[in-house]
Every structure is written in structure tokens, then in C-alpha cells.
């Protein structure tokens, strides 16, 4: 049972242009999200955040849209630059009754940002 | 502060053989967690230690254990070796806060199994 899901393996922009990367979870217990950037032969690093209680959340060029009814999250990068060019990972959290979280991530969406 | 470390980065392995992959989270976080990445399939994951105890699992068979020790680095072992194993086998800590969802992960060890 995918609890997150990233539908577009793949995404292929021009440089200087917006990529925007969609993520659909399930769960409606989620109140925290995450986006992660993942380079060949490196661990994930964290990206940007939102809590459940924001629609939205800036950090320069990265932005990331919550949508709770349509339990929709995307991430846009405005303007895209060839060093954007990684695996993003979108993730949920939700606060379990013994008092810690657990992450859930989605499966990917490949970026190519091309000149 | 230095970042998550794990070790070995690489390594081939044939069926039916064990392995075990360490890991060394940043300086103060208590909370360790352990995922797999397989191509299509993000990161799945396995289980998570805090202050030595696992808290938290997820739907592996019980080949895959771990342990996590009073210095909080970690250990993750797979028994009997399948094909399907080789992955990338990512470790990731966090800050020692009640709720941390933001988790800092390692380069991961690249399993091989033939």
C-alpha cells in the first residue's frame, strides 16, 4: 500500500525554466511533508518542508504547495539549473501514539534540467 | 559537525552469505533509521533504533535485523542472502527532539548480491 506516491518517474525541463514535481499521499494522519534531493553515489539530502498547517512554504528558488483536501503536495523550482539535476523524493510524517514519527517516502521523479 | 557515516560503501556478496553494514550518526542525534532503495521503488523502510532500542519497523522478513548500540551507531545485518537484496542501503539520524521529522542520511552502502 504506496502511502505516498510520486506518479511521474521522470521530468525533463529547460534550463531557466519552473519544474514542478507532484506528490499524492493517502494518508490523511500526515501533518508534516518533505522533499529530499538525491545525486548518484550520495545519500538524500533534505530540501525544503511544510507542516500540515501552512499551504505554503519558500525557501529562494524552492517553493512547495500543500493542498490537505486534495491531499496533493507539489515542488516548484523557479528558475530550474542543470545542478538541479537529481532525484527528488517527496516523504510524509505522521505522529505515532508512542511519541515519535515515521517517515514515508515516495518512490522518486527523476530531473533533468537541460541548457 | 561531521555528517552521517557509513561503512563499508561497497560491497558483493553471494547468495546465501551474511553482511553486516554499520553506521555512525551525527554527534548528539540519538535516532537512527534504515531504509532500502531499490530502482522504482523510493526508499523503503526498515527499521528505526532510538537510545538502543528498535521503536519502529517496517515490512521486511526477519532476515534483516539491527542493533544499535550506548554510543548510538548502528548496525544492520541480512541473513541468507537473496539476489533481490543488492540495493542501495541508506542509514539516516536525527536530532534528539521528540518530533524530528527532518532525518540526515549517510552515502549508503551499495550491496551486491550474486
Known amino acids: 500500500d504506496q502511502q505516498v506516491k510520486q506518479n511521474s518517474p521522470s521530468l525533463s525541463v529547460q534550463e531557466g525554466r519552473i519544474s514542478i514535481l507532484n506528490c499524492d499521499y493517502t494518508?490523511?494522519?500526515?501533518?508534516?511533508f518533505l522533499w529530499y534531493k538525491k545525486y548518484p553515489a550520495e545519500g538524500p539530502t533534505f530540501l525544503i518542508s511544510?507542516?500540515?498547517?501552512?499551504d505554503k512554504n519558500e525557501d529562494g528558488r524552492f517553493t512547495v504547495f500543500l493542498n490537505k483536501s486534495a491531499k496533493h503536495l507539489s515542488l516548484h523550482i523557479v528558475p530550474s539549473q542543470p545542478g538541479d539535476s537529481a532525484v527528488y523524493f517527496c516523504?510524509?510524517?505522521?505522529?505515532?501514539?508512542?511519541?515519535?514519527?515515521?517517515?514515508?517516502f515516495g518512490a522518486g521523479t527523476r530531473l533533468a534540467v537541460h541548457p | 559537525k561531521a555528517g552521517v557515516t557509513q561503512t563499508p560503501r561497497y560491497l558483493i556478496k553471494t547468495r546465501g552469505q551474511q553482511v553486516t553494514l554499520s553506521c555512525s550518526p551525527i554527534?548528539?542525534?540519538?535516532?537512527v533509521s534504515w531504509y532500502q532503495q531499490t530502482p522504482g521503488q523510493g526508499l523503503q523502510f526498515l527499521f528505526e533504533?532510538?537510545?538502543?532500542?528498535?521503536?519502529n519497523k517496517g515490512n521486511f522478513p526477519g532476515r534483516f535485523s539491527g542493533r544499535q548500540f550506548s554510543n548510538s551507531r548502528s548496525e544492520m545485518n541480512v541473513s541468507t542472502l537473496e539476489l533481490g537484496d543488492s540495493a542501495l542501503y541508506l542509514c539516516?539520524?536525527?536530532?534528539?527532539?521528540?518530533?524530528?521529522?527532518?532525518?540526515?542520511f549517510g552515502p549508503g552502502t551499495r550491496l551486491t548480491v550474486l
Open positions: 511544510i507542516s500540515s498547517i501552512k
Open positions: 516523504a510524509a510524517s505522521a505522529l505515532f501514539s508512542g511519541g515519535y514519527n515515521k517517515l514515508i
Open positions: 554527534s548528539g542525534h540519538r535516532s
Open positions: 533504533y532510538f537510545s538502543e532500542t528498535q521503536r
Open positions: 539516516a539520524s536525527s536530532p534528539p527532539d521528540r518530533r524530528s521529522d527532518t532525518q540526515y
Open positions: 494518508n490523511s494522519m500526515f501533518d508534516y
